[in-house]
């Protein structure tokens, strides 16, 4: 199940593809991971899809990753008299701590925390963007607005705050609980929604014990103001760009984008891309042509995964969107141009021993055009680190760890094999070459660089690099 692309493919499950058949095919078309997303799910469809992904990778004999998408703090008004309202542009409305049903003056806004954030001139936004406000006056009580944009508002619709800090964490009693049960399944990675300061990644994580690793979402105008600090703690980032194209102007998100893509790259920290990126094939069998751009302009920029949400969760072509974007990924990475623009991005080495290695290794293997990196990992930092430098050949990830094997599975250009660690270092020159030549990367003859870390088995330890000729053994 060698994938012929370095971008990996999450796929978020759901009506669409909720029978083991699907799942499966799905796989076979490209999907390196498989999202969870809580907003929509229950504890017992969490741990049924969980067993199907664990059957399916013991049937495939490949590590598949698992990402649960916690929910996050929903903001949302409240019901209307008559189900929904006209509001008009520049009419006054007003957001009130009033439990009793709203009309075209006001409505109940059941978050008095808010109410105590908003301040005059705060935008707020309805129904996915569709209705903007703007706070004239605010009270603890109560916020009076002037319509910018009107509409029609109805019953429980959404709404997002692009200018003020919200004092609520990330992690909702929801999601602690969906995440308790996240971790206790085996899920690999976790997906915080709404992240707007570091401190709500550290308390997941604390929650976590390093039973998954963390993933920030990056969706609101707050974590972009403190993206740096929130991406020194993540494990990882996701470019969320609905909300973020929510919340932000549009035209700003494909700067962001990148701006994101490459803060991550620069640590070594994997960043997904998400957000409709083929989003007409919820209905249709083919993306439009902006959409394939979409997805190559992703690729180049080096993005470690691509993500699909509702192509796969409910649309009518869930195997075939997967399909496209694994043609897409493997067309860009076969453009002449796209070795150049890789390499181009990439971020000088960190004053580490661990990343001068993987910088080290990069060089070597390019020079001397080797057909595999070999990386001996047990946390799986080594692969990371060796992602890092974006090399042209293949990371072949050895771990006797199944977990660091299915979290390498988002890790751009890492393709994670579990077997047990290495005793000495003939032994890990020889397995490594018997590996790469049995996963396809090598044949007998070819040359190959391994990495690994002495003593072995000691967790960022990388140390060592090994020039080794692959023999006929499989």
Not at 117 to 145: M, Q, R
Not at 174 to 180: I, P
Not at 253 to 277: D, E, N, S, W, Y
Not at 303 to 324: F, K, N, T
Request: aromatic residues 4%.
């Amino acid at each position: 199940m060698r994938r012929l692309r370095r971008v990996k493919i999450v796929a978020t499950l759901g009506p669409a593809s909720q029978d083991r058949e699907v799942v499966a095919k799905l796989f076979d078309a490209g999907v390196d991971v498989f999202r969870i997303n809580m907003s929509h799910g229950t504890h017992d469809g969490l741990r049924e899809r969980v067993t199907t992904i664990r059957s399916i990778e013991k049937e495939k004999k490949r590590p598949i990753g698992i990402l649960v998408d916690l929910q996050g703090p929903k903001l949302r008004v409240g019901e209307f008299k008559t189900g929904s309202a006209e509001l008009k542009k520049g009419a006054k409305f007003i957001l009130d701590a009033q439990k009793t049903p709203g009309d075209e003056t006001r409505v109940y806004l059941p978050h008095p925390e808010i109410l105590r954030a908003l301040e005059p001139g705060h935008t707020i936004l309805i129904d996915d963007g569709k209705l903007s406000l703007h706070v004239v006056e605010a009270s603890p009580e109560k916020a009076l607005c002037q319509v910018d944009i009107g509409g029609r508002i109805s019953n429980r619709k959404g709404v997002s705050l692009p200018d003020t800090d919200i004092p609520v964490a990330a992690m909702t009693a929801k999601d602690r609980s969906d995440l308790e049960a996240a971790v206790a399944a085996g899920v690999d990675w976790i997906a915080v929604s709404f992240v707007q300061r570091p401190e709500d990644i550290a308390d997941v994580k604390k929650t976590a014990r390093g039973r998954a690793l963390v993933l920030a979402k990056i969706e609101k105008p707050q974590a972009i103001a403190r993206l740096d600090e929130i991406l020194e703690i993540s494990d990882a980032l996701m470019v969320a760009r609905g909300d973020l194209g929510v919340e932000m102007p549009l035209e700003k998100v494909p700067g962001l984008q990148k701006r994101i893509t490459r803060a991550a790259r620069r640590l070594g920290k994997p960043v997904v891309v998400a957000t409709q990126m083929l989003e007409s094939m919820i209905t249709a069998p083919v993306p439009t042509r902006a959409e394939v751009s979409d997805v190559a302009t992703a690729v180049f920029e080096g993005a470690d995964a691509v993500m699909l949400s509702a192509e796969s969760a409910a649309g009518q072509y869930p195997v075939e969107s997967v399909m496209m974007m694994n043609r897409i990924a493997e067309e860009v990475e076969n453009d002449p141009l796209f070795r150049s623009i890789i390499t181009a991005q990439r971020a000088a080495p960190e004053p580490t021993g661990a990343d001068a290695i993987a910088a080290a290794a990069r060089d070597v293997a390019e020079t001397l055009d080797l057909k595999a990196i070999a990386a001996w990992t047990s946390s799986g930092s080594t692969a990371f680190r060796i992602a890092r430098e974006r090399p042209r050949p293949p990371i072949v990830a050895l771990t006797p760890r199944i977990e660091t094997a299915r979290r390498l599975s988002i890790v751009w250009g890492v393709h994670a094999v579990v077997t047990k660690d290495a005793e000495h270092a003939d032994d890990m020159a020889k397995r490594a070459c018997k590996f790469s030549n049995r996963e396809g990367f090598s044949v007998e003859g070819d040359r190959i660089i391994v990495v690994a870390g002495v003593p072995f088995g000691t967790p960022g330890a990388t140390n060592m690099l090994r020039i080794a000729f692959t023999s006929g053994e499989k």
